[in-house]
C-alpha cells in the first residue's frame, strides 16, 4: 500500500511561484500531478516515470511548471512559477501501481492519491 501527503500549498499571487511536494511511503513507480477546480472535472498537470525520469506536461503549463522527483527521499515535486487565476485549484499527486510505458494522462492508470492540497492565485 502506497500513502501520499501534499503539502506547499497556498495563496499567491498572479505571476508569483510555489513548490509542491508529496511525500510518499511505500514503492511508487510513474507518478503524477492532477489538479481539480471547482466545477471542473479533475486534469492531467504533469507526470515522470521511472528510472527514465520522463516527463509529460499538459499544453497550459509547459514552460512554467516543473516536476522533478526524489527517489532517495521518496518525493515528488512541483515547481510552478508564472502562476495564473486559472492555476486555481485543488493539487493532487498521485502514483500507478507499476511502471507505465511512458506517461499516463488519465487518472485511471494511477491507484494511489494523496488528500490534495488547495493552490490559489489571486490577480
Known amino acids: 500500500q502506497v500513502q501520499l501527503v501534499e503539502s506547499g500549498g497556498g495563496l499567491v499571487q498572479a505571476g508569483g511561484s510555489l513548490r509542491l511536494s508529496c511525500a510518499a511511503s511505500?514503492?511508487?513507480?510513474?507518478m503524477g500531478w492532477f489538479r481539480q477546480a471547482p466545477g471542473k472535472e479533475r486534469e492531467f498537470v504533469a507526470g515522470?516515470?521511472?528510472?527514465?525520469?520522463?516527463?509529460s506536461y499538459t499544453d497550459s503549463v509547459k514552460g512554467r511548471f516543473t516536476i522533478s522527483r526524489d527517489n532517495a527521499k521518496n518525493t515528488l515535486y512541483l515547481q510552478m512559477s508564472g502562476l495564473k487565476p486559472e492555476d486555481t485549484a485543488i493539487y493532487y499527486c498521485?502514483?500507478?501501481?507499476?511502471?507505465?510505458?511512458?506517461?499516463?494522462?488519465?487518472?485511471?492508470?494511477?491507484?494511489?492519491w494523496g488528500p490534495g492540497t488547495q493552490v490559489t492565485v489571486s490577480s
Open positions: 498521485a502514483s500507478a501501481r507499476f511502471n507505465l510505458f511512458g506517461v499516463s494522462h488519465s487518472a485511471s492508470d494511477y491507484s494511489y
Open positions: 515522470i516515470t521511472r528510472p527514465s525520469e520522463a516527463t
Open positions: 511505500g514503492r511508487i513507480f510513474t
